[in-house]
């Protein structure tokens, strides 16, 4: 079924559910930093807790997104979108009644598995319920209120964790999924890819999965040395070399080795993996530089950090049309070089910083940054490969940018020395931040260069209303239901 009109009650019943739906991720993704301090004190956890609160998520997520979109293709997009709602929020009612520091990590990994089910599914709906005539303004609107939730979501952190508490940044997604899930079965259509056929790639998800836990494992614990660090280290890259073996071998792999063939896509990639490294490390540290060093409450440390998502909203869409016109070279080289100075100036910000004068500046010029590359990059990906693989290319460029984030959580703490209690002890903390702020930039000129070098024009026309109203900071926008379906 896809000829829902928007303007129909049941179009608005379907945006909202999916704008629900989606938000639940968005929000998660980014209120959880601004809540990491309270965490540490509360459960009396070292830095290395902190590192797997926000990793466990995104290792899971990460490793099973594209098994998520495959599942929703073969066995309905809204019974799978409702399953996964289902799964994420009972996943987050764990992690709100964690009594410990274990108990949290596996809930917060059990989080990424419901968000590895919803996240395709919620864009997915969209495209395959509404009336052609009408699926670019629904989407351009999932998109944006999407983006309006993810510019809220450390504001709403910052508030929770210093009123009624930090787990409730996990209990909110409760009453959210309580009203997407009556909704969704009531209102949204059920809609599947009918070509879907074959076996999963359970084996190749699994495998990519486990590699991104062993090698983040010895990352977060190569800073205490000894033989499990090394162990889990040499299993990582193992699973790795494991996973490249099973996805050339497979008849229908997650991630098909062909793909990368294109020079451009595989291009692409390594920008995204170099841009979205160093805005993972940014996001992850800034919040807690706020407030363990220049003394912000959650709620100043996440209202601080409005400007960049902000941003993004205000003007992706212009920036998308320049790139357009231009080409996606000179944005995908411009932006990583901007978001490496706005980086740079988070050196300004120490105790005693002005939020005008040291603060802002750099995260006006971040997101001027994120701006001018963000449209543009997914564009270049969608537009790198055949459009009957849009939809897995999108799939594949979130995934990296994800692992990149995760990676990047797990090893500048290990780079730039920061102990296990740095962040109980603001001036080894400040010191740490400045070196790590130093490395983000290095990785975001390494992106700039790989773009000027190889990055070229792609076929024109690749415009999409979730890559132009995108207000996500931790992953590129996703790409829904394959682009072959909408040209048939």
């Not at 909110?172 to 074959?198: K, Q």
């Not at 490294?277 to 996001?283: D, E």
């Not at 979730?466 to 379906?485: I, N």
Request: aromatic share 6%; with cysteine; proline share 6%.
């Amino acid at each position: 079924m896809s000829d829902v009109r928007l303007a129909s009650p049941r179009g608005r019943w379907i945006l909202l559910t999916t704008v629900l739906g989606s938000s639940m991720a968005l929000l998660d993704s980014t209120v959880v930093n601004v809540a990491l301090p309270r965490i540490g004190r509360d459960l009396d956890a070292d830095l290395a807790v902190l590192q797997w609160t926000v990793n466990a998520y995104m290792v899971t997520l990460a490793g099973l997104i594209l098994l998520g979109g495959a599942l929703g293709d073969r066995f309905g997009r809204r019974k799978v979108f409702v399953v996964g709602v289902v799964w994420f929020a009972v996943a987050s009612l764990l992690c709100g009644l964690a009594p410990n520091a274990q108990v949290l990590i596996a809930a917060r990994a059990l989080q990424g598995v419901g968000g590895a089910l919803l996240t395709p599914g919620s864009l997915a709906l969209i495209q395959a319920s509404f009336h052609p005539d009408d699926r670019g303004r629904a989407v351009g609107l999932w998109s944006g209120f999407g983006g309006i939730g993810a510019a809220v979501g450390p504001f709403v952190g910052g508030w929770l964790v210093d009123g009624p508490g930090w787990r409730w940044v996990f209990l909110l997604n409760v009453p959210l999924a309580a009203l997407c899930v009556p909704v969704a079965l009531r209102h949204v259509p059920e809609s599947g890819d009918g070509r879907a056929h074959g076996r999963f790639d359970v084996l190749g998800a699994v495998l990519g999965a486990l590699a991104l836990a062993l090698v983040t494992y010895a990352l977060i614990e190569a800073g205490e040395g000894g033989a499990v660090a090394a162990v889990s280290a040499v299993a990582g890259v193992a699973a790795a070399v494991a996973f490249v073996i099973v996805e050339r071998r497979r008849a229908e792999p997650m991630m098909p080795p062909d793909i990368f063939a294109s020079r451009q896509f595989t291009a692409v990639n390594l920008v995204t993996l170099c841009v979205y490294a160093a805005l993972g490390g940014f996001f992850f540290l800034a919040a807690l530089q706020l407030q363990v060093v220049v003394g912000y409450s959650a709620l100043a440390a996440g209202t601080a950090l409005l400007p960049t998502t902000v941003l993004m909203l205000l003007l992706s869409a212009r920036s998308g049309e320049l790139a357009d016109r231009v080409g996606p070279r000179l944005p995908l080289t411009v932006g990583p070089l901007l978001c490496a100075a706005g980086m740079l100036l988070m050196l300004r910000v120490g105790p005693g910083a002005s939020y005008p004068g040291d603060v802002l500046p750099a995260l006006v010029v971040l997101g001027l940054g994120m701006v001018t590359l963000v449209a543009p990059l997914t564009a270049t990906v969608l537009g790198s490969v055949d459009v009957v693989r849009a939809g897995l290319a999108s799939g594949i460029n979130n995934a990296a940018a994800r692992a990149a984030g995760l990676v990047a959580v797990a090893a500048l703490p290990l780079l730039v020395g920061m102990g296990e209690e740095a962040y109980r002890e603001p001036a080894a903390f400040d010191a740490a931040f400045g070196r790590a702020m130093v490395w983000c930039a290095g990785a975001l000129v390494v992106g700039a260069v790989v773009a000027a070098a190889v990055v070229r024009r792609p076929p024109p026309g690749c415009k999409r209303p979730e890559c132009l109203r995108h207000g996500g900071v931790t992953a590129p926008p996703l790409e829904g239901e394959p682009v072959r379906k909408r040209l048939s």
